[in-house]
């Protein structure tokens, strides 16, 4: 199994430009997940799916925007692009746990954007 | 709401030695499950060990092992015999109600040889 995968895995961009992360599993997934890391920090959620056709907000989803047509694909789309949004992007998913909660959720490997 | 926190920003610890990070975290559901991430300076998040709430005994994954203390929301990580390789950011994360992960902001362990 490839599990997530992500692709690129850098790409410099510039102020205004447009651009998609792509992402997909291959573990049968429901659960999907982008996070952005910011140098020393930690992650924080962006968008999220709960299955094919279904997304919502995260905490910091500004400037972003997601679909999942499929339950193996959540791309993300960055218009037009800011210096803000300079940061390491990951994609991730899960499964629900049986008592309650999220199993364990894989990550891929992250894209490097860098905003100039 | 739930709240994960990591009081330890940086540690050290000498190859070979025993090290232990430090979790605590907040939720009012009864059934949730608890991880360790392990984030080296290529910056992939791999899991390191993971514990479900209603299992009262701690996990253990070779030299990883955790000690959950559940009335006191406690969820720390022991890493024993610890290699050069083990250096890397380590979160903390709870996930419970029904899709969110709560994360730590992360202890660095630098492994000194």
């Known amino acids: 199994n490839a599990g997530v995968t992500q692709t690129p895995k850098f790409r410099i961009l510039k102020i205004g430009q447009s651009m998609t992360l792509q992402c997909t599993q291959d573990?049968?997934?429901?659960?999907m997940y982008w996070y952005r890391q910011d140098p020393g920090m930690g992650l924080k959620l962006i968008y999220y799916?709960?299955?094919?056709?279904?997304?919502d907000k995260g905490e910091v989803p500004n400037g972003y925007n997601v679909s999942r047509s499929t339950t193996e694909d959540f791309p993300l789309r960055l218009e037009l692009a800011a210096p803000s949004q300079t940061s390491v992007y990951f994609c991730?998913?899960?499964?629900?746990?049986?008592?309650?909660?999220?199993?364990?959720?894989?990550f891929g490997p992250g894209t490097r954007l860098l905003v100039l | 709401a739930q709240t994960v926190t990591q009081s330890q920003p940086e540690m050290s610890v000498q190859e070979a030695e025993t090290v232990t990070l430090s979790c605590t975290y907040d939720?009012?559901?009864?059934?949730?499950?608890l991880f360790w991430y392990k984030q080296p300076p290529s910056r992939q998040m791999i899991l390191v060990i993971r514990?479900?709430?209603?299992?009262?005994q701690n996990a253990t994954e070779n030299r990883f092992s955790v000690n959950f203390q559940k009335a006191a929301k406690s969820f720390s990580l022991k890493i024993s015999d610890s290699q050069l390789g083990d250096t890397a950011m380590y979160f903390c994360?709870?996930?419970?109600?029904?899709?969110?992960?709560?994360f730590g902001t992360g202890t660095r362990l630098k492994v000194l040889a």
């Open positions: 573990m049968n997934h429901n659960y």
């Open positions: 799916s709960v299955g094919a056709g279904i997304t």
């Open positions: 991730a998913s899960s499964t629900p746990g049986t008592s309650g909660g999220q199993e364990t959720q894989y």
């Open positions: 939720t009012s559901e009864s059934n949730y499950y």
């Open positions: 514990q479900e709430a209603y299992k009262q």
């Open positions: 994360a709870c996930s419970s109600g029904t899709y969110k992960y709560i």
